[in-house]
Nanobody, 122 residues
């Protein structure tokens, strides 16, 4: 079984910073890509940032130059450093990972965490 657990969300004033962390655990053989998504009330879930196992990153336009995604492969963790936060960044942030497990080593599956709430006040 695989678990992704996010942490680091909270309430912050506009212009502030937060650092989200996501820990992957369980019967994992390898992790390909990892990413952060967010969903605001009444809106669809959207990609925020993505990083592959080679370290190549991409970001949605609204967070470029403000957010930084990184990962620690040895610890099976992915991070999202969020600076210069804006009220429109308020959402529930979800971690996901594209990975292989020991019980299905030939197949890649995507797993999701439960999310962590980020609220930015104006």
């Amino acid at each position: 079984q695989v678990q992704l657990v996010e942490s680091g969300g909270g309430l912050v004033q506009a212009g502030g910073s937060l650092r989200l962390s996501c820990q992957a655990s369980g019967s994992i053989i390898s992790i390909n890509a990892m990413g952060w998504y967010r969903q605001a009330p009444g809106k669809q879930r959207e990609l925020v940032a993505h990083i592959n196992n080679g370290g190549t990153t991409n970001y949605t336009g609204s967070v470029k130059d403000r957010f930084t995604i990184s990962r620690d492969n040895a610890k099976k963790m992915v991070y999202l450093q969020m600076d210069y936060l804006k009220p429109e960044d308020t959402a529930r942030y979800y971690c996901n990972a594209d990975l292989r497990t020991s019980y299905s080593p030939l197949r890649r599956n995507v797993y999701w965490g439960q999310g962590t709430q980020v609220t930015v006040s104006s």
